[in-house]
């Protein structure tokens, strides 16, 4: 009885394989094969694309920067004038300018003398606590 079985098992196995039928374990291991190549193919989509952001935002960085180079010491009036507003979003565009500075300032060899007008610039605005929670976020 058991090599009867075994021999319909066999036969059916190698019917399968002439007729181009495949078994359930075969079509779930194929279909596991194609999820995995899948979901790596999207993982290299999402990777490629965040390469690609951090790309953009690097170049407008440095586009910026380029622009604050050239506008010179009307920066720090601009500054000025945006915390002169007192209100939260001109403390974020103030501060975003000043961390724009600094990176300036440490690629240009420069930090001693930002530090100083940094710190002028502090001591005047010492009492707008919301400026300064703002620009330590920065």
């Known amino acids: 009885m058991k090599s009867r079985v075994e021999k319909s098992l066999s036969s059916s196995e190698d019917s399968n394989a002439k007729s181009g039928l495949r078994t359930v374990s075969e ?3 194929r279909a596991s094969e194609i999820r995995k190549a899948r979901k790596d193919a999207e993982a290299r989509q999402r990777e490629a694309r965040r390469l ?10 440095r586009a910026r920067l380029r622009n604050l180079r050239l506008r010179g010491e009307d920066v720090w009036q601009d500054i000025e004038n945006e915390i002169n507003m007192r209100n939260v979003s001109a403390y974020d565009r103030a501060a975003a300018l000043i961390s724009d500075l600094r990176a300036i300032a440490e690629e240009d060899g420069a930090s001693d003398a930002f530090s100083i007008r940094l710190n002028s610039l ?4 010492s009492r707008k606590g919301r400026f300064l929670e703002r620009l330590d976020s920065f």
Do not use: I
């Open 27 to 29: 079509l779930r291991a």
């Open 122 to 125: 502090l001591s005047r605005h």
């Open 52 to 61: 690609e952001a951090e790309r953009r935002e690097e170049e407008e960085r």
